[in-house]
Every structure is written in structure tokens, then in C-alpha cells.
């Protein structure tokens, strides 16, 4: 008796699983579906080379004010290891503080300059990004496409012949001359 009600769940779904197949299939010869690489349009438009060209630069900048924190961290570091067995306990101690004090504020420092590149970095890329929206957005309107996916965000094959990122990338620096 169990059983029956079991089979006959079963049996509904297979027919419900098989029968939308037929309609399924004839909804996806209608789809029209593109794939752009949003890292590989921004990359190429002119204003995210700018972005890039501005944000390398200034990750320059930094590196250089902090190359000679490093440098210095690395020499007391090397002090301490040649000279602590010649050192009373208390001068070790107190030039491992030193060490350690200044490897603390170092480390604010870097943490500082990351927030600062993260900051910059998010400040030239968010108009680049919400005209980037609006420009697929328009070219997928007018040119039909029912999708348009980011082929690095889970598509596992696409054929080149939907890659729309050129076309895209062109859209993107007409659209950012205005």
C-alpha cells in the first residue's frame, strides 16, 4: 500500500520532468546569448588602461616610502642575530622590542597603503564600472541578445564566436568620450 503512493510521485515527476524538456528546447533555439571577459574590457578600454597606468604608479609611489622601512627592518634584524649572543639579557630584550615595535608599525604602515590602493582602485573603476553596466545593457537591447554572460563567473566553455568582449570594449570607450 505504501508503495503505490511513492510510484505514483515518481511517475509525476518523470512526466513532469521529461514533458517541459520539448518546451524547453524550443524556448532555447530562441535565446540569443552573448559572453563578454569583464577583465579582459577593461583592460583593453582606454579609460581602464588609465585606471591601471594611475593605480600602478601610485602602488610605485608607496613601494618606494617603504623600502626604507624594509631595508632598515631587515639590518636590525640582522644586527640581533650576530650580536645577541655578545648582548646582556637586557639589551636582547630590549633591542628584540625595538625590532618587533618596528616591524608593528611596518606592518600599519603597508595596511594603510593597501586601504589607500583599494581606495583608489575603487574610486577609478566604479564610473568605469556603472557605464560598462549601461553599455551592455544597450548592446544587448539593440542587438537581441536575451543574455550576456561573464565568461569568468561559472561558464565553463563558451564558443568564440559568443565572445561580444571587443565589441564591448568599443561601446565602453565611445560611451566614456562623452
Do not use: C, H
Amino acid at each position: 500500500m505504501m508503495l503505490r503512493p511513492i510510484a505514483f510521485i515518481g511517475l509525476l515527476f518523470l512526466v513532469i520532468s521529461f514533458g517541459g524538456q520539448n518546451v524547453t528546447a524550443a524556448s532555447a533555439a530562441e535565446l540569443k546569448i552573448g559572453v563578454m571577459n569583464v577583465q579582459k574590457v577593461l583592460l583593453d578600454s582606454v579609460s581602464g588602461k588609465s585606471a591601471k597606468n594611475l593605480f600602478e604608479a601610485k602602488a610605485k609611489e608607496l613601494k618606494g616610502k617603504f623600502q626604507n622601512d624594509e631595508n632598515a627592518l631587515s639590518a636590525m634584524q640582522q644586527e640581533i642575530e650576530k650580536k645577541s649572543s655578545a648582548w646582556s639579557a637586557e639589551k636582547k630584550e630590549a633591542q628584540v622590542r625595538e625590532y618587533q615595535k618596528k616591524g608593528r608599525e611596518y606592518q600599519v604602515k603597508t595596511e594603510d597603503a593597501r586601504f589607500e590602493l583599494k581606495q583608489l582602485q575603487d574610486k577609478e573603476l566604479e564610473p568605469i564600472l556603472k557605464t560598462l553596466q549601461s553599455v551592455v545593457e544597450a548592446y544587448g537591447k539593440k542587438n537581441g541578445y536575451t543574455v550576456i554572460l561573464d565568461s569568468k563567473a561559472g561558464v565553463l566553455y563558451a564558443n568564440s564566436a559568443v565572445d561580444i568582449s571587443a565589441d564591448l570594449t568599443k561601446a565602453l570607450d565611445q560611451a566614456m568620450k562623452k
